[in-house]
């Protein structure tokens, strides 16, 4: 069952993209950029570039969607994300990390699907590190960490390796790098509102339209009563009506009469599709030596 419906290929899926496609294939046609549209994206990206403009038609699908369905929003999201092979940005993050709020710290991150590749520079209020980099089948599943200063940096020859989901690296985050990257965060939303919508507990709302980087979102508010396994009572998604990811997501507790906030996580400067090369993925491309 579980398997069933975490596949976003489905029917109903499938009719909702022809239906954002069809919006779509205009536009694309009329632009005079020469790229592959791999079927099932609603806008392809090349070399960080979006190569068309969602249609009148293709926003109102979405905008009845973010009021009617949020799941099927998000399958869809969940799908497009899949073109973006890699990419780069800027992510800014503050969590509240046992009881106490962190200040907000500002990283430039790089990321690629094949291998699962992150490499992280910390700009403002690193933790422990200010230099992260992942890549997935190297260095026994550890990622390799630059300690912040040079004390440190030195006594340890430039650089640590450490579990992503170790106790010491958990203690400066609630989300290891290996859960980093927009289809891991849509498939983290989507399962907890599919055991919500199972549980009968889910409530979900249409926060309207705002701007993130000057770009148009779509707001979705999710709604959930105090349970073991849900990671807030009020979730606050925004939805890049062009790129369809996530490109900020809060996240506020249980505490009566007001919500206390838990998270906010903010991706902006996002280049898509730039054809990171192994090298970028380095310990060297990102001032630390080999372990």
């Not at 092979?85 to 106490?100: A, M, S, V």
């Not at 990283?107 to 690193?126: D, G, H, L, T, Y």
């Not at 980099?133 to 006594?155: F, H, K, S």
Request: net charge negative; with cysteine; glycine share 6%.
């Amino acid at each position: 069952m579980l398997k069933r419906l975490f596949r976003p290929t489905n029917r109903r899926v499938r009719w909702l993209v022809g239906i954002l496609l069809v919006g779509l294939s205009f536009a694309l046609y009329t632009r005079q950029t020469v790229a592959v549209k791999p079927a099932g994206n609603f806008v392809s990206v090349m070399d960080g570039e979006a190569l068309a403009e969602m249609s009148t038609e293709a926003t109102a699908t979405l905008e009845e969607l973010a009021r009617t369905d949020h799941i099927a929003l998000l399958e869809m999201c969940l799908e497009n994300a899949r073109q973006y092979n890699d990419y780069t940005l800027t992510f800014i993050k503050q969590e509240r990390l046992r009881g106490k709020l962190r200040d907000q710290q500002t990283i430039e991150a790089a990321f690629r699907r094949q291998p699962f590749s992150v490499a992280m520079k910390w700009i403002e209020n690193a933790p422990k590190g200010d230099r992260v980099l992942y890549v997935e089948g190297m260095w026994d599943g550890q990622m390799l960490i630059r300690p912040t200063g040079w004390a440190a940096q030195l006594a340890m020859g430039g650089q640590t390796l450490r579990d992503p989901t170790g106790k010491e690296v958990m203690e400066s985050t609630l989300r290891p790098v290996t859960m980093f990257g927009f289809e891991n965060s849509l498939e983290n939303l989507l399962a907890v509102y599919r055991t919500a919508k199972e549980r009968g507990d889910l409530v979900e709302e249409f926060g309207g339209f705002a701007k993130i980087d000057d770009r148009p979102v779509l707001v979705l508010v999710r709604k959930l009563p105090a349970a073991a396994d849900y990671p807030s009572a009020k979730t606050v998604t925004y939805i890049d009506m062009e790129y369809l990811v996530p490109v900020m997501v809060e996240g506020y507790d249980w505490t009566t009469p007001e919500p206390e906030f838990m998270c906010r996580y903010i991706f902006k400067d996002i280049r898509f599709n730039v054809g990171l090369p192994d090298d970028r993925f380095t310990p060297q491309a990102n001032d630390m030596n080999s372990p």
